[in-house]
């Protein structure tokens, strides 16, 4: 015997919600209905998935690698039914897109546009996050395919190309580095970094672009977000990065920050559409990137 995809949903769900009452809201069940279906797939597995402790859920480690799995089963499942659906109509019905906080804002105004133009059909769901995150909502099948940069080690991850964005300098007016001309190597000085927060590949693309080394102590600025950096930049707190298509989209219209590009070799980072090693909707995920290719 073996397990049913409304077991393995159940072990997903009591995964994510920690609680067999919110697992069952989760699955538009009863409680008994969604115990009995756990204890079920226990007796074919021969062993315990879960931990029950008075108002806790805690996976045992059969049951964390049977989750593991699950996932990819109910996300290949997924994309079947998907596929199915939409056979021979591309791009067309739900398509779930993650894409991170350093692109979105400025590539997303620029494609949708002709994107609903050219598939009037599909009906896309966006979620904005981190590269860790959305590479982990890849691989459990919450997301169809995502818009991230590259560098990023991913395994099990395919992409196609969207296209290269140069990573630029911005530094406050009047600050050493505002001065005409390009920026040399060596000139910038990680003390006066500001950096936005960890998890933001941004990031460590633009300091493995010019070979350096991240500021470290209790006293170095960090940003939440790009537009947050500007502003820091422009009150005179440091100098940092920014993406060319932040600069076109008119991030740095700001009349106390100055652009600058770097003299030896640009940093770039590489825009694509990620998706799950074979996935059903890895051929829709290569014509969303023709669709949003950058000029």
Request: a negative charge; glycine letters at 8%.
């Amino acid at each position: 015997m073996l397990p049913t995809l409304r077991q393995l949903q159940y072990l997903k769900l009591l995964s994510e919600h920690g609680s067999f009452s919110r697992a069952a809201e989760a699955a538009h069940v009863s409680q008994p209905a969604l115990s009995s279906g756990v204890q079920e797939l226990e007796r074919v597995l021969g062993a315990p998935v879960v931990e029950r402790t008075r108002g806790n859920v805690q996976l045992t480690a059969v049951g964390a690698e049977a989750c593991r799995r699950a996932e990819d089963v109910l996300a290949r499942t997924e994309d079947l039914v998907e596929a199915a659906r939409n056979a021979g109509k591309p791009l067309s019905g739900r398509l779930r897109l993650g894409i991170i906080p350093t692109v979105a804002p400025f590539l997303l105004p620029a494609t949708l546009p002709r994107l609903k133009d050219a598939y009037p059909a599909l009906r896309l769901f966006i979620r904005e996050d981190l590269t860790p995150r959305l590479i982990a909502g890849l691989k459990a099948g919450q997301l169809d395919c995502a818009v991230i940069a590259l560098p990023y080690d991913a395994p099990g991850i395919e992409h196609a190309r969207i296209g290269d964005d140069e990573i630029l300098a911005v530094a406050p007016v009047g600050h050493a580095l505002a001065a005409a001309g390009d920026i040399q190597p060596g000139a910038l000085k990680a003390e006066d970094l500001i950096l936005l927060e960890d998890g933001h590949c941004l990031r460590d693309q633009a300091l493995a672009g010019i070979e350096m080394e991240a500021p470290r102590g209790e006293d170095v600025f960090a940003a939440t977000s790009l537009h947050t950096l500007v502003q820091m930049i422009s009150s005179g707190l440091g100098v940092s990065f920014l993406p060319a298509m932040a600069v076109r989209a008119g991030l740095a219209d700001d009349k106390g920050v100055v652009i600058r590009h770097f003299a030896a070799e640009a940093p770039r980072r590489e825009i694509v559409v990620a998706w799950r090693s074979g996935s059903s909707r890895a051929a829709e995920a290569r014509l969303l990137a023709e669709a949003m290719r950058l000029d």
